[in-house]
């Protein structure tokens, strides 16, 4: 196996958190439930402030609410296109970026035709910060994120919902109070999972001051 390839299951948390990366395309194949299932129990193990478990993890799967999903896909598509300043990605053109950019738009383009979506929603606790309502159920769904790539399974935070929330909302029945915090797309990869590409650790963390990187002192 060359050293970039990456099991496809791995029971090994290290291989599974340096492989969980965004998948966007998927084969065309149903999540079976026990599958799904792992997933939403793996999220439902997340920590959360004062054990609140304020949240709510709703699979989505009328037609109706799918069709909403896509159009609101496609929207953010066309924003993001043009604030981003994207660029028009040539067919044959292989490079990382131009592979990212083609599977970003073609996701964006099936939308809620995705195998799987899944909505997490959390309950602002009384007196909270948006930080500490992130912090109570993002943590949530990066467990399910990983419970998903121990079992073969590829998914995507998208935030596709900011272009649908009125019809989400009435749809599903979420009550006022509470936020929707990401809709994951959920499937199969249609290409394979791979390793994360992240700035050197030395960059992210820090000894005592914010200008001494993190250093394990060998030589
Ligand atoms: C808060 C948040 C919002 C995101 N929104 C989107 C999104 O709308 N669409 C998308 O394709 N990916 C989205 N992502 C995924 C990121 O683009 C992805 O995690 C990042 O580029 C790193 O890539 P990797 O996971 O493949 O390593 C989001 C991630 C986070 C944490």
């Known amino acids: 196996m060359s050293p970039h390839e990456v099991p496809r299951v791995s029971d090994d948390l290290w291989t ?17 439930d026990d599958v799904l299932e792992k997933c939403l129990l793996a999220a439902s ?12 993890f709703v699979v989505i799967r009328s037609p109706e609410l799918r069709e909403v999903i896509t159009e609101a896909a496609r929207q953010t598509w066309e924003v993001m296109k043009d604030f981003y300043r994207l660029p028009t990605v040539a067919e044959d053109a292989d490079d990382p970026k131009s592979r990212v950019l083609r599977a970003m738009a073609e996701h964006m383009h099936v939308g809620g035709g995705a195998p799987e979506l899944v909505l ?7 007196g909270t910060t948006e930080m500490q309502q992130a912090g109570s159920i993002f943590p949530a769904v990066q467990n399910f994120l990983l419970a998903a790539r121990a079992q073969g399974l590829g998914a995507a935070i998208t935030l596709w919902h900011g272009h649908c929330e009125p019809e989400l909302r009435a749809a599903i029945g979420i009550p006022d109070d509470w936020k ?10 249609a290409g394979g999972h791979h390793f994360v590409s992240r700035r050197p650790l030395p960059t992210a963390a820090v000894i005592d001051t914010w200008e ?8």
């Open 180 to 189: 929707i915090a990401t809709l994951l797309t959920v499937g199969w990869p």
């Open 16 to 32: 599974v958190m340096n492989s969980a990366s965004a998948v966007r395309r998927y084969r065309d194949e149903p999540v079976p």
């Open 45 to 56: 193990w997340a920590p959360s402030g004062g054990n609140g478990q304020p949240w709510k």
């Open 212 to 219: 001494t990187p993190w250093s394990t002192n060998e030589a």
């Open 120 to 126: 997490f929603c959390v309950q602002p606790q009384r």
